[in-house]
């Protein structure tokens, strides 16, 4: 009897097992098979769902510069926002990606991209080729900017020429700055330069210099929202070139992409001009 039971439990045992390594090869074959499907799948879907695929586990590190109104400033209610920073949340959103926003100042900012500490700039730089031939690596142009003198409210200079024998304010590493140095000795006129826009601004104001130069969208809102005592004399802005973002380094190129992209839908889909006339009114 006791023989009869054992062979009994041995063979329940045995097929409990069989029973179990069955269920076991079933599954995993089953977990191989989803994931095939899921890579066919990934694989055959539009760019916004693979880019949603491929940087589900990355956090792309932006730079950007601290005041550049309206693209980068803050705001009455300590917020941070700007044409800038708006366009790169909606690119993001539609293209699945993380981002951490990092507001270090123009100089540092670029400096940061250039070591590696972070993977993007984005601060109404524009695409030129000096850059280009220096390792700057461009997006598709988000905004056609040009480049204007500014002088204060009372100032009587309305031409190059009316610059002679005086000073000029510059932001560094700039296409204002590019293009007052492009004038200076045409016109004999010296070039003064500064690490931000507010004190390029003030110096004008203050007297010591008779103009500076900036980007005309920016020098429009600051002196609107600023009530600042500057204008801008008709006919002398530079021909204009497009703001981009940029890497520095070809790895960072997956985010290049996904920007162009996202772009190109937000252009699409209206939220584009939605930003602009936000900020700008256009």
């Keep these: 009897m006791k023989k009869a039971m054992a062979f009994l439990l041995c063979t329940v045992m045995t097929a409990g097992m069989l029973a179990g390594c069955g269920s076991k090869t079933a599954e995993t074959t089953a977990s191989t098979e989803t994931a095939a499907s899921t890579e066919t799948a990934a694989s055959t879907e539009g760019s916004g769902s693979e880019a949603a695929e491929k940087t589900s586990d990355k956090k792309w590190v932006v730079a950007t510069d601290t005041v550049f109104k309206p693209f980068e400033y803050t705001?009455?209610?300590?917020?941070?926002?700007?044409?800038?920073?708006?366009?790169?949340?909606?690119?993001?959103?539609?293209?699945?990606?993380?981002?951490e926003l990092q507001s270090l100042g123009w100089d540092a900012g670029v400096a940061a991209v250039q070591?590696?500490?972070?993977?993007?700039?984005?601060?109404?730089?524009?695409?030129?080729?000096?850059?280009?031939?220096?390792?700057?690596?461009?997006?598709?142009?988000?905004?056609?900017?040009?480049?204007?003198?500014?002088?204060?409210?009372?100032?009587?200079?309305?031409?190059?020429?009316?610059?002679?024998?005086?000073?000029?304010?510059?932001?560094?590493?700039?296409?204002?700055?590019?293009?007052?140095?492009?004038?200076?000795?045409?016109?004999?006129?010296?070039?003064?330069?500064?690490?931000?826009?507010?004190?390029?601004?003030?110096?004008?104001?203050?007297?010591?210099?008779?103009?500076?130069?900036e980007d005309t969208p920016i020098m429009a809102a600051s002196i609107k929202e600023g009530n600042l005592a500057l204008k801008i004399p008709e006919g002398m802005e530079s021909d204009g070139a497009p703001y981009g973002l940029a890497i520095m380094d070809e790895k960072n190129q997956e985010l290049l992409d996904m920007f162009n992209k996202g772009l190109e839908d937000i252009k699409a889909n209206g939220t584009y001009d939605e930003i602009i006339a936000k900020y700008l009114g256009e």
């Design 115 to 213: 070591a590696g500490q972070a993977d993007a700039l984005i601060a109404g730089a524009t695409i030129k080729q000096e850059r280009i031939d220096s390792g700057w690596i461009f997006s598709d142009g988000y905004y056609n900017a040009t480049q204007t003198f500014v002088v204060s409210e009372d100032s009587d200079i309305a031409s190059y020429e009316d610059l002679k024998g005086k000073n000029v304010a510059v932001k560094n590493g700039t296409a204002g700055a590019d293009f007052a140095n492009s004038l200076k000795d045409e016109y004999g006129f010296t070039v003064t330069v500064f690490e931000d826009s507010p004190t390029m601004y003030q110096d004008v104001i203050l007297g010591n210099s008779a103009a500076c130069v």
């Design 75 to 99: 705001n009455d209610q300590n917020e941070f926002v700007g044409i800038d920073v708006d366009l790169l949340a909606a690119i993001a959103e539609d293209q699945g990606f993380e981002y």
